[in-house]
């Protein structure tokens, strides 16, 4: 089957489009559905329509990567926010140096730790037979492995991944870097500088709007849903020191440049990150 393009959403008539056009990059297991939303409030209130053109692909069950790709031109067109993007394919995307630039990053062995329990438990299985298959050879392999067994191939995957998100901030003149830490301890902050970001003037309803999103609290940790746990560390309560520590070795590079301690306690992400230095 050829792969259909993707078709912009149309803007309304009465809709005051900005000049430019923002795109939101990011990782899997960064809180990049909830982020995606919130910033989608943000981007209308401030003159942008989202085109989610990763999510589309998923819908139509092709995949992700060879679709982006193929449609990428269209990030050029101003007046929309595109993403998110999750994927290593973005670095072949080509364009994003016309758009502003909006990142959102976690500790990468905490989404080591909440991959396993999201592929093993809580990810709902997809209802086309070809990626339901594939998803559910990941699940059994990955019920067949313990979390810290998980942790090596993790880490390396993780490496990829955030050393192809470091090397688009170097390049690229107009990004905003945020932390998915930040964005559940120190939510104030973290919407703050989205909204500074994406330029908002006019807020009318929008608190009214965003405050069902914002609550990123959980009473009771289970691993059988999507949202098992959020405070930042959980790799440190899950698995063991030999286990952090060789993730460590793999990932320092890109956990030093993100800020990203190798230690870490309860106390590290209190204060917001404009104020650690």
Request: charged content about 25%.
């Amino acid at each position: 089957m050829t792969n259909p393009d993707y078709k912009l959403p149309n803007v309304p008539s009465n809709f005051n489009s900005r000049g430019d056009s923002v795109a939101f990059i990011t990782m899997h297991k960064a809180g990049s559905s909830i982020a995606g939303l919130i910033f989608r409030f943000y981007a209308y209130a401030a003159g942008y329509i989202q085109a989610n053109i990763a999510e589309a692909a998923i819908q139509c069950g092709i995949p992700e990567a060879e679709f982006c790709i193929k449609n990428a031109g269209l990030m050029l067109t101003p007046g929309y926010y595109f993403g998110p993007f999750r994927g290593i394919y973005v670095s072949e995307m080509g364009g994003f140096l016309e758009n502003r630039l909006i990142v959102q990053i976690r500790d990468p062995r905490d989404c080591i730790c909440s991959n396993y329990y999201s592929m093993a438990k809580s990810h709902v299985v997809p209802k086309d037979e070809k990626l339901k298959k594939a998803f559910l050879e990941k699940r059994e392999a990955m019920n067949a492995m313990s979390i810290d067994q998980s942790a090596v191939g993790g880490a390396k995957g993780y490496f990829h991944r955030m050393s192809r998100i470091k090397n688009l901030i170097e390049n690229h003149p107009n990004t905003l870097v945020m932390k998915y830490e930040d964005m559940v301890l120190q939510t104030e902050f973290w919407t703050k500088q989205a909204e500074e970001f994406f330029g908002v003037v006019e807020r009318g309803d929008l608190d009214e709007k965003l405050k069902e999103h914002l609550n990123f609290s959980v009473e009771k940790e289970d691993p059988n849903v999507h949202k098992r746990q959020v405070t930042p560390g959980d790799h440190v309560r899950k698995m063991m020191p030999e286990t952090v520590t060789a993730m460590n070795e793999t990932l320092s590079p890109v956990l030093d440049w993100f800020g990203y301690p190798r230690e870490v306690t309860e106390e590290t992400w209190t204060t917001p990150a404009a104020l650690r230095g």
